[in-house]
C-alpha cells in the first residue's frame, strides 16, 4: 500500500476554514470521553477481572496435550482428518485391508501427504518407549502413533490410489488401444 505524504499546517495556513475557528479546549470540554471511549471499545475490551476469577479460570483449564509432530503438520491432518469424516481406527483399518470403499480416492491422496518420516516414526517410537501414557498425545499424534505401525504404508496407500484410479486410466487409454490395434491390423493386411 503507498505511503500517506503529509505535513501539518500552521495556524496561519488554515485561514478561512472550520479548523481556524476552532477551539480545541471548548470541545474537549463539551465531548464526554468516558461516553466515547465506552461506545467505541473493542469487545474484547470487558469490565477488568478480578484475579482470583483470573486464577480460577486457569485453574480449569484442561492440561494441553503433548504434541510430536510440527505444529502445521498437525493442523493439517487434523483437518483432513475432519474431512474424512471416519474415526482414525476406521481409517487404518480400511489402509490394511485396502478397502477402497470406505476411503475415498481424494482422502486417499491428502493422507499421502501425511505418511510419517523416519524422524517422527522415532519420536513416536522413542515415547511410547518411554512408556508415557498414549492419552497424553495429542488426537493427532496419536493418529500417527496408530498410522506409523501400518506395514509398508506409503506402498499402501499408493497402490489404493492407484486401483481408484485405474478405472479412469483405462477408459483414458481405450482409444489409444483401439488405435494401435487398427494400425497392427492394417500393417498385417499390407504385408
Known amino acids: 500500500m503507498p505511503l500517506l505524504n503529509w505535513q501539518a499546517l500552521k495556524p496561519n495556513q488554515v485561514t478561512g476554514t472550520v479548523f481556524h475557528e476552532l477551539d480545541d ?10 461516553a466515547f471511549e465506552e461506545q467505541f471499545k473493542t469487545k474484547a475490551q470487558g469490565p477488568p477481572a478480578a484475579l482470583s476469577t483470573l486464577k480460577v479460570k486457569v485453574a480449569q483449564k484442561a492440561p494441553s496435550k503433548v504434541n510430536l509432530i510440527e505444529g502445521n503438520k498437525a493442523k493439517n491432518l487434523a483437518i483432513t482428518l475432519r474431512k474424512g469424516g471416519r474415526s482414525p481406527a476406521d481409517i487404518c483399518t480400511a489402509i490394511e485391508t485396502y478397502d477402497q470403499q470406505a476411503l475415498g480416492l481424494d482422502f486417499l491422496e491428502l493422507l499421502e501427504r501425511f505418511v510419517p518420516s523416519d524422524y517422527e516414526l ?3 517410537q522413542n515415547y511410547e518407549k518411554e512408556g508415557r501414557p498414549l492419552d497424553d498425545l495429542a488426537e493427532e499424534d496419536r493418529f500417527m502413533m496408530r498410522f506409523g505401525k501400518i506395514p509398508r504404508l506409503a506402498q499402501r496407500i499408493s497402490t489404493l490410489t492407484f486401483m481408484g484410479n485405474f478405472p479412469e486410466s483405462v477408459k483414458r487409454l481405450q482409444p489409444v488401444s483401439q488405435l494401435l490395434r487398427t494400425d497392427n491390423e492394417i500393417v498385417s493386411v499390407q504385408q
Open 25 to 34: 479546549e471548548q470541545v474537549l470540554g463539551e465531548l464526554n470521553m468516558e
Open 122 to 124: 522415532k519420536l513416536l
